[in-house]
T-cell receptor, first 112, second 112 residues
Framework: DAKTTQPNSMESNEEEPVHLPCNHSTISGTDYIHWYRQLPSQGPEYVIHGLTSNVNNRMASLAIAEDRKSSTLILHRATLRDAAVYYC?????????????FGGGTRLMVKP | DGGITQSPKYLFRKEGQNVTLSCEQNLNHDAMYWYRQDPGQGLRLIYYSQIVNDFQKGDIAEGYSVSREKKESFPLTVTSAQKNPTAFYLC???????????FGPGTRLTVL
């Protein structure tokens, strides 16, 4: 199974952009890159996903390297409510038995 | 309001007792999942179900059992065979097996 590597923690100031990196050097051609986040004492929530092209939605942007071996989740203006653990996950949708595998994630701390 | 509910939020049980955690969704989703989360760790998949009356073991199914008699409901039983049952349990659902997952608020089980 392709794995991801993320920093354990990051800090940001409120209202500044945040770039959360993820390395996935063994990614396969059919792996989608998913991001979820988990606020304290809550279940995770879906943030964004992509395959090759950069993606934008109301929550964040996903920048995918040309070789797909890394990606970056971008929060354009961090708020205190964005303090959470962010999980970068690879998912091969061609493999019926392939489930989301949540690693340790990156704990984002936002300072006022 | 559509969503996924888990009850109760906190649950205490004595060692050696079986306990059943509830998960209900009114999103009309076919797929449902159970995860376990230990402090400071990511999520691990216990069981998942693609459709009614069908379910598959995840990575850590030993000591757990599930049923899927109705589309809306996917209860998880933590049996006395589970060696370390104290954890945060999360239920999720998705339209189909590979779509975005929606998570419930979780049940924190403590076995005394």
């Amino acid at each position: 199974d392709a794995k991801t590597t993320q920093p354990n923690s990051m800090e940001s100031n409120e209202e500044e952009p945040v770039h959360l990196p993820c390395n996935h050097s063994t990614i396969s051609g059919t792996d989608y890159i998913h991001w979820y986040r988990q606020l304290p004492s809550q279940g995770p929530e879906y943030v964004i996903h992509g395959l090759t092209s950069n993606v934008n939605n109301r929550m964040a942007s996903l920048a995918i390297a040309e070789d797909r071996k890394s990606s970056t989740l971008i929060l354009h203006r961090a708020t205190l409510r964005d303090a959470a653990v962010y999980y970068c996950i690879l998912r091969d949708v061609q493999n019926a038995g392939n489930m989301l595998t949540f690693g340790g994630g990156t704990r984002l701390m936002v300072k006022p | 309001d559509g969503g996924i509910t888990q009850s109760p939020k906190y649950l205490f049980r004595k060692e050696g007792q079986n306990v059943t955690l509830s998960c209900e969704q009114n999103l009309n989703h076919d797929a449902m999942y159970w995860y376990r989360q230990d402090p400071g760790q990511g999520l691990r998949l216990i069981y998942y179900s693609q459709i009614v009356n069908d379910f598959q073991k995840g990575d850590i199914a030993e000591g757990y059992s599930v049923s899927r008699e109705k589309k809306e409901s996917f209860p998880l039983t933590v049996t006395s065979a589970q060696k370390n049952p104290t954890a945060f349990y999360l239920c999720a659902s998705s339209i189909l097996l590979h779509n975005e997952q929606f998570f419930g608020p979780g049940t924190r089980l403590t076995v005394l």
